[in-house]
């Protein structure tokens, strides 16, 4: 599975990247939401290659096949639309995604009922929810059929009963291999990591 970050450029394109900027070999930043598209991709990035977009990696994503983690980090108008449009060639085995907040998944469920979704948690908001609910109450609340959690979070206690409630569990962002393997004991279902060559060796 390719996990990736969806933004808007400034012409509304669906482009892909982690921070609100990108910089190019030269040093330069870029401000994704301020740049045109055709900017964005006429870019050097380090590796003679410019800032995708979200229908160049669903091609790519077909002929591999490979699943795609499309997380957002924009939302509202209809861009929830358009992201389902884009996925909708994928199977629902072959896209997940995460990041959209409740007005999201809202709009995203009536543009595709069957695009599998994740409710995503980092460690400061996943304990404040602990803090004022039970685990209980908790799973009780997930709308979703993944999870996509802050790797401390995700204890062998809230894994196993993320698991048994039927949701996918996945955990973000691990670099650190002893931290990996303790998670793929514990039985999560993926591991977000910029060490991938790493992961890698531990299946």
């Known amino acids: 599975m390719v996990e990736c970050d969806i933004r808007l450029s400034a012409d509304g394109q669906l482009v892909l990247s982690h921070d609100p900027h990108v910089t190019d070999a030269k040093g330069k930043h870029w401000e994704v939401a301020k740049t045109l ?6 870019l050097d990035l380090g590796a003679g290659q410019g800032v995708p977009t979200l229908k160049e990696l669903v091609s790519w994503a077909l002929t591999a096949p490979c699943a795609i983690m499309a997380d957002m980090k924009c939302e509202g108008d209809g861009v929830e639309e358009r992201v389902a449009k884009e996925l909708e060639p994928l199977p629902p085995i072959l896209k ?5 907040g409740a007005e999201s998944r809202l709009s995203f469920r009536a543009a595709d009922g069957d695009l599998p979704l994740s409710l995503s948690l980092d460690a400061s908001d996943g304990e404040e929810l602990l803090m004022n609910f039970d685990l209980i109450r908790l799973l009780d609340s997930i709308d979703t059929q993944a999870v996509t959690w802050q790797y401390p979070l995700l204890t062998s206690k809230t894994v196993s009963a993320l698991k048994s409630r039927g949701f996918a569990v996945y955990a973000w962002t691990v670099d650190d291999m002893a931290i990996a393997r303790k998670l793929i004991d514990d039985g999560v279902d993926g591991i977000i990591s910029n060490c991938v060559d790493e992961l890698t060796e531990l299946e």
Do not use: K, Q, R
């Open 37 to 42: 598209y055709s900017e964005l991709a006429s």
């Open 96 to 100: 997940l995604v995460p990041g959209a």
